[in-house]
């Protein structure tokens, strides 16, 4: 530079070259940081003999704690590449994107299946549907494209439990599939939004979640409190959904068919006797 003397242009020559360094060792210590990551997702995902112990210290020193509730998501970019080279380039920046989303939110990231799995803390009062809302949000964002994500249901104690991650994940990859068949790009979405559909999409036809997700507050009610209410259901339905037909079937006071079918109503939402949940209610009766 014309205007420096030669001290202050070897000076500054050095400090740009220091100023280099350091950015090159930061990259490197933040893509080791990713690469761990990813190595501890993918023990949980596939190695279900590891040690607990192990695990907790390998995510501790990570910032993650795995006795925490989590969610496993599975996030794919929608966008057709028009080559290999572009496609790869694609899911980089993918796998980039989710890894920093991971290591800010103490949870893990890693390249799986042509897309990015990850595994983040569940805030307290937050559902699964709402992460997986965000993190497309997110992660499309941040790679400038469409970003399609799966979600589990919760799940804790992963330490104890590997298994539990290679359920959810399976899981997540199944909510994935089926925003995609319904035209969803660019959405989040957890298991538990498809109702039947995601019984069908289901690898294993996980029935008992399927019925416990769609009555499970009406028959935990009936166990604790000695109640009708999955019968008086059944008949209801069995009678056109006409309460006068019902307490004929029960040989009770139709005013005691109401008061059961009002607190169905407060158990499963106001929404209830719309027809996609009857037909689901029906079902998993």
């Given at each position: 530079?014309r205007g420096?003397?030669?001290?202050?242009?070897?000076?500054?020559?050095?400090?740009?070259?220091?100023?280099?360094?350091?950015?090159?060792a930061r990259?490197?210590?933040?893509?080791?940081?990713?690469?761990?990551?990813?190595?501890?997702?993918?023990?949980?995902?596939?190695?279900?003999?590891?040690?607990?112990?192990?695990?907790?210290?390998?995510?501790?020193?990570l910032?993650?704690?795995?006795?925490?509730?989590?969610?496993?998501?599975?996030?794919?970019?929608?966008?057709?590449?028009?080559?290999?080279?572009?496609?790869a380039?694609?899911?980089?920046?993918?796998w980039?994107?989710?890894?920093?989303?991971?290591?800010?939110?103490?949870?893990?990231?890693?390249?799986?299946?042509?897309?990015?799995?990850?595994?983040?803390?569940?805030?307290?009062?937050?559902?699964?549907?709402?992460?997986?809302?965000?993190t497309?949000?997110?992660?499309?964002?941040?790679?400038?494209?469409?970003?399609?994500v799966?979600?589990?249901?919760?799940?804790?104690?992963l330490?104890?439990?590997?298994?539990?991650?290679?359920?959810?994940?399976?899981?997540?990859?199944?909510?994935?599939?089926?925003l995609?068949?319904?035209?969803?790009?660019?959405?989040?979405?957890?298991?538990?939004?498809?109702?039947?559909?995601?019984?069908?999409?289901?690898?294993?036809?996980?029935?008992?979640?399927?019925?416990?997700?769609?009555?499970?507050?009406?028959?935990?009610?009936?166990d604790?409190?000695?109640?009708?209410?999955?019968?008086?259901?059944?008949?209801?339905?069995?009678c056109?959904m006409?309460?006068?037909?019902?307490?004929?079937?029960?040989?009770?006071?139709?005013?005691?068919?109401?008061?059961?079918?009002?607190?169905?109503?407060?158990?499963?939402?106001?929404d209830?006797?719309?027809?996609?949940?009857?037909?689901?209610?029906q079902?998993?009766?």
């Amino acid at each position: 530079h014309r205007g420096l003397d030669p001290v202050d242009q070897r000076t500054l020559e050095r400090a740009a070259t220091v100023t280099s360094l350091l950015l090159l060792a930061r990259r490197s210590a933040a893509e080791a940081e990713q690469r761990v990551r990813g190595e501890l997702l993918d023990d949980l995902l596939d190695a279900r003999d590891r040690d607990p112990r192990l695990l907790r210290e390998r995510a501790t020193r990570l910032h993650a704690d795995l006795d925490a509730t989590y969610v496993v998501l599975a996030a794919r970019l929608d966008t057709p590449a028009a080559d290999a080279d572009q496609e790869a380039d694609a899911r980089r920046r993918l796998w980039s994107a989710a890894s920093h989303l991971a290591a800010t939110r103490h949870g893990l990231a890693a390249a799986r299946d042509g897309g990015t799995v990850l595994l983040l803390p569940l805030q307290l009062g937050a559902t699964a549907t709402e992460l997986a809302r965000r993190t497309a949000r997110h992660l499309g964002t941040a790679v400038h494209e469409a970003v399609t994500v799966g979600a589990s249901a919760p799940v804790d104690d992963l330490a104890a439990h590997p298994g539990k991650a290679t359920a959810a994940y399976a899981e997540a990859q199944r909510s994935l599939e089926a925003l995609r068949l319904l035209g969803r790009t660019g959405d989040g979405a957890a298991a538990e939004d498809f109702g039947f559909l995601g019984l069908l999409l289901a690898g294993e036809r996980d029935v008992a979640g399927f019925v416990d997700r769609t009555i499970g507050r009406v028959t935990a009610y009936d166990d604790r409190r000695g109640t009708d209410l999955v019968r008086t259901l059944e008949a209801y339905f069995a009678c056109g959904m006409s309460p006068v037909r019902t307490k004929d079937e029960l040989h009770v006071h139709v005013n005691t068919v109401a008061q059961r079918l009002e607190r169905v109503g407060r158990l499963l939402g106001e929404d209830w006797q719309t027809p996609a949940r009857v037909l689901e209610i029906q079902l998993a009766l």
